[in-house]
């Protein structure tokens, strides 16, 4: 069997992304840059990357001792961040039940010989990729979006563009 390219991630619902998209679009419309299905979205936990299909199964039970609690983030700014070249809108404060929920899951990836990335988590939803730089636009109204589960995606390549396949929520 194939490897799979995997990560974890808060997964909007129809109706918060349609939420974001109302919010998003007056500024997102003065950005340069190759925008991103809404269908797409996503604030991500955990990053696993290639991971055998044949343990998905496996990584999916170890992952249901983890709680997700309640978790709700407010975002406020469509900004521009540099290094990866994004516009994404992005929260101000982690809540504890966030930076708790990631722990966890990091802990259950090390069972799995998966040392998660070594950089300060930013809870984020890229909106544009290669985007040009803007300054920060902040938002007609705060969206606070909420989640009480976490999903398990596959990042795939199709045609030369990212599409995201939600494998369980």
């Given at each position: 069997?194939?490897?799979?390219?995997?990560?974890?991630?808060?997964?909007p619902?129809?109706?918060?992304r349609?939420?974001?998209?109302d919010a998003?679009?007056?500024?997102l419309s003065?950005v340069?840059?190759?925008a991103?299905d809404?269908r797409?979205?996503?604030?991500?936990?955990?990053?696993?990357?290639?991971?055998?299909?044949?343990r998905?199964p496996?990584?999916?039970?170890?992952m249901?001792?983890?709680?997700?609690?309640?978790?709700r983030?407010?975002?406020?700014?469509?900004?521009?961040?540099?290094?990866?070249?994004?516009?994404?809108?992005?929260?101000?404060?982690?809540?504890?039940?966030?930076?708790r929920?990631?722990?966890?899951?990091?802990?259950?990836?090390?069972t799995?010989?998966?040392?998660?990335?070594?950089?300060?988590?930013?809870?984020?939803?890229?909106?544009?990729?290669k985007?040009?730089t803007?300054?920060d636009?902040?938002?007609?109204?705060?969206?606070e979006?909420?989640?009480?589960?976490?999903?398990?995606?596959?990042?795939?390549?199709?045609?030369?563009?990212?599409?995201?396949?939600?494998?369980k929520?």
């Amino acid at each position: 069997m194939a490897n799979k390219k995997l990560f974890y991630a808060l997964w909007p619902s129809h109706r918060q992304r349609e939420t974001l998209r109302d919010a998003i679009n007056p500024v997102l419309s003065s950005v340069e840059g190759s925008a991103i299905d809404r269908r797409y979205w996503h604030v991500t936990l955990v990053y696993i990357g290639d991971f055998p299909e044949e343990r998905i199964p496996e990584l999916e039970c170890a992952m249901e001792a983890v709680d997700p609690a309640d978790i709700r983030l407010r975002f406020e700014n469509l900004t521009y961040w540099q290094r990866p070249k994004i516009a994404c809108v992005h929260t101000k404060t982690i809540p504890t039940e966030l930076e708790r929920l990631v722990t966890d899951m990091k802990q259950v990836l090390k069972t799995f010989d998966i040392e998660p990335e070594d950089r300060v988590y930013r809870p984020h939803i890229t909106v544009a990729r290669k985007a040009r730089t803007f300054p920060d636009a902040r938002l007609a109204r705060p969206i606070e979006l909420q989640w009480s589960e976490f999903a398990l995606v596959e990042s795939v390549t199709v045609r030369g563009e990212v599409q995201y396949r939600l494998l369980k929520q």
